[in-house]
């Protein structure tokens, strides 16, 4: 699905943010009458914001089969789209770690996330939105074992790709290094955690890992990771969702950056 010329966005907010993102090369927004004027009423957009030329008009039907289309294009399991409007745009930038390397080479003070072993498109996309909500600057994924970023995770991320850069690696443990020997702090999330949000530098540069939902973090990454946190249960559920304890963990972490 990455080597495709093009992205599919579905979600007004989605949509919205795409348009405002100098980066997207817009091709096409479809859209019936009903949805065009509830997305104009929602975006936020002014009108004069919006690329009226790239609009064709479909009825609710005909849209719901040309969606349908280009999903199968896509390789993907077709879902109903929302709100009676999808647009076509060019791919997001998929960055190399160089790029996280360069900034703390230069001293560029950033926020980092990184995902181990996150694969549902669902968790990463709620992730993502709570990593723009705190400014986070990049997240950090393997190439391989990650979630994609298809049309439902363009919804539910609400446009958070637009301003959270993705950097993907060969390998997780030697990107994790590679940032400690830069001076950023690696800050893991693990139910066997020994270390104390107190000792955290928060004025240094931070890497926020996270571990998949069920199985946590890789035992290579781990042992990467210099210093890990958990979250003391206050009642009788003992886990959280992945997402949760990720926005949990971004207040504690970058929240008070």
Same mark, same amino acid.
């Given at each position: 699905?990455?080597?495709?010329?093009?992205?599919?966005?579905?979600?007004?907010?989605?949509?919205?943010?795409?348009?405002?993102?100098?980066?997207?090369?817009?091709?096409?927004?479809?859209?019936?009458?009903?949805?065009?004027?509830?997305?104009?009423?929602?975006?936020?957009?002014?009108?004069?914001?919006?690329?009226?030329?790239?609009?064709?008009?479909?009825?609710?039907?005909?849209?719901?089969?040309?969606?349908?289309?280009?999903?199968?294009?896509?390789?993907?399991?077709?879902?109903?789209?929302?709100?009676?409007?999808?647009?076509?745009?060019?791919?997001?930038?998929?960055?190399?770690?160089?790029?996280?390397?360069?900034?703390?080479?230069?001293?560029?003070?950033?926020?980092?996330?990184?995902?181990?072993?996150?694969?549902?498109?669902?968790?990463?996309?709620?992730?993502?939105?709570?990593?723009?909500?705190?400014?986070?600057?990049?997240?950090?994924?393997?190439?391989?074992?990650?979630?994609?970023?298809?049309? =439902?995770? *363009?919804?539910?991320? &609400?446009?958070?790709? #637009?301003?959270?850069?993705?950097? %993907?690696?060969? $390998?997780?443990? @030697?990107?994790?290094?590679?940032?400690?020997?830069?001076?950023?702090?690696?800050?893991?999330?693990?139910?066997?955690?020994?270390?104390?949000?107190?000792?955290?530098?928060?004025?240094?540069?931070?890497?926020?890992?996270?571990?998949?939902?069920?199985? =946590?973090? *890789?035992?290579?990454? &781990?042992?990467?990771? #210099?210093?890990?946190?958990?979250? %003391?249960?206050? $009642?009788?559920? @003992?886990?959280?969702?992945?997402?949760?304890?990720?926005?949990?963990?971004?207040?504690?972490?970058?929240?008070?950056?």
């Amino acid at each position: 699905m990455e080597n495709l010329d093009h992205d599919m966005i579905i979600g007004i907010h989605s949509i919205a943010e795409a348009i405002r993102n100098p980066e997207r090369q817009i091709f096409e927004i479809v859209a019936t009458d009903e949805g065009f004027q509830e997305f104009k009423k929602r975006s936020g957009l002014k009108e004069s914001e919006i690329p009226l030329t790239k609009v064709r008009w479909l009825e609710g039907h005909a849209l719901q089969e040309e969606a349908k289309r280009i999903y199968q294009e896509m390789e993907l399991e077709f879902q109903r789209v929302p709100s009676g409007i999808f647009m076509l745009v060019s791919p997001i930038n998929i960055y190399e770690p160089t790029w996280i390397y360069e900034q703390l080479e230069s001293r560029i003070p950033i926020k980092i996330l990184a995902l181990d072993q996150v694969t549902d498109a669902h968790n990463g996309a709620a992730i993502m939105r709570t990593a723009a909500f705190y400014g986070v600057d990049c997240v950090l994924l393997s190439a391989r074992g990650n979630f994609g970023t298809g049309p =439902g995770f *363009s919804r539910i991320a &609400s446009g958070a790709t #637009e301003y959270v850069k993705i950097v %993907k690696c060969s $390998g997780l443990p @030697k990107a994790l290094t590679k940032l400690k020997d830069l001076g950023a702090i690696v800050v893991g999330l693990s139910e066997h955690a020994t270390g104390d949000l107190g000792i955290i530098d928060t004025k240094k540069p931070i890497c926020l890992v996270l571990g998949a939902e069920d199985v =946590g973090m *890789s035992h290579a990454v &781990s042992r990467v990771v #210099e210093t890990t946190i958990s979250f %003391k249960p206050q $009642g009788k559920i @003992k886990s959280l969702n992945v997402s949760v304890a990720a926005a949990i963990a971004m207040e504690k972490i970058f929240g008070a950056v």
